[in-house]
């Protein structure tokens, strides 16, 4: 699979402005991001979303056998059914994150732009005897419309659109995301990332979803004991937040950034955007025991907290609105 994905042929629709770094392949807005995110939230438009990587696994063993390695519930899964996974570390640590469905012959699934070519290569290490086939899927693009993320031929993009429109930028779309709390694999996520400090664990175990990428009434699965213990005793070490940026520069912070608190980091910024309500928000990771109602700085910007995650039990306590 190739680490660089190619260009969506939507960048030729009027308006449209590429974006940058891993999702310049698409259009972060068509002229307006404000009426695009009006648009969006208002269950009309659609996304492109063609620069992520699509890895297809197929074989009769595919749902016994992703039930066995993730951290998700995949025997039973009903065709048509769209569901979220991870892949663990040994501690409990998030390595790789998949979305996807299955058509009742194969699991197609989306993965974040760049990580296509590690979770693909994991799961080919991981085959054994397993009857399965993972293989990587350039000509199948994801697209985002009413709430709910699809899958479409790359060669019918633009019929697509003419059908489904009006197209809505990615800049929108990463707006209405981060004001629902859901993390981006890879940017609101380091390598140290655990499943409960970022709302990936349901609040009971019957709960199942695309939402959701941990299923806490199943066998077991590498990484299993970290996800068990912290939801059972509670207190993540450290929990993601919804951040209130000051409004007066006309700036975002970098991803990456650090939360400061008087003299001390106490987190990473992830993520952010400019809301068409909010103002700019954005996505951060802080340790657990900074105060709930503590003004944090992030590159000489003065950020509230808006709480996602609950300190002491690690559930994501907003409800993930479409």
């Known amino acids: 699979m190739t680490e660089t994905s190619p260009t969506s042929p939507l960048l030729?629709?009027?308006?449209?402005?590429?974006?940058?770094?891993?999702?310049a392949p698409v259009a972060a807005h068509y002229g307006s991001f404000n009426l695009e995110q009006r648009t969006l939230a208002s269950g009309?438009?659609?996304v492109d979303l063609s620069h992520r990587d699509v890895v297809r696994i197929a074989g009769p063993d595919r749902l016994t056998?992703?039930?066995?390695?993730?951290?998700?519930?995949?025997e039973g899964l009903a065709p048509g059914a769209w569901t979220s996974a991870l892949i663990l570390s040994p501690?409990?640590?998030?390595?790789?994150?998949?979305?996807?469905?299955?058509?009742?012959a194969s699991f197609l699934a989306w993965t974040e732009p760049g990580a296509g070519s590690a979770l693909a290569g994991y799961l080919e290490r991981m085959k054994f005897w397993s009857d399965v086939t993972v293989t990587a899927e350039p000509s199948t693009a994801v697209v985002w419309r009413g709430g709910a993320y699809s899958f479409v031929p790359r060669e019918s993009l633009e019929a697509y659109a003419a059908a489904a429109g009006?197209?809505?930028g990615f800049w929108a779309f990463e707006a209405l995301r981060i004001e629902r709390g859901e993390p981006r694999f890879g940017v609101d996520t380091d390598a140290r990332t655990i499943p409960n400090e970022v709302g990936w664990v349901p609040?009971?175990?019957?709960?199942?979803?695309?939402d959701y990428a941990v299923h806490l009434d199943k066998g077991c699965y590498r990484g299993q004991e970290t996800v068990a213990r912290v939801h059972t005793l509670g207190r993540p070490p450290r929990r993601l937040v919804l951040l209130h940026l000051d409004g007066s520069e006309n700036r975002l912070p970098a991803p990456g950034s650090e939360l400061v608190l008087g003299e001390k980091t106490v987190g990473f910024l992830g993520s952010s955007a400019r809301h068409h309500e909010l103002g700019p928000i954005a996505l951060g990771l802080v340790k657990r025991n900074v105060p709930l109602d503590a003004q944090l700085?992030?590159?000489?910007?003065?950020?509230?907290?808006?709480?996602?995650?609950?300190?002491?039990?690690?559930?994501?306590?907003?409800?993930?609105?479409?």
């Open 12 to 23: 030729s629709l009027p308006g449209a402005v590429a974006g940058d770094g891993v999702d």
């Open 44 to 46: 009309e438009g659609f």
């Open 65 to 74: 056998w992703l039930h066995s390695l993730t951290s998700q519930a995949f």
């Open 91 to 104: 501690q409990g640590h998030v390595e790789h994150f998949f979305s996807g469905v299955d058509d009742g």
């Open 166 to 168: 009006p197209a809505c």
């Open 203 to 210: 609040g009971a175990a019957d709960v199942v979803g695309p």
């Open 297 to 322: 700085v992030v590159d000489g910007m003065p950020v509230a907290q808006e709480v996602l995650v609950d300190p002491e039990i690690g559930l994501h306590i907003r409800p993930l609105r479409k």
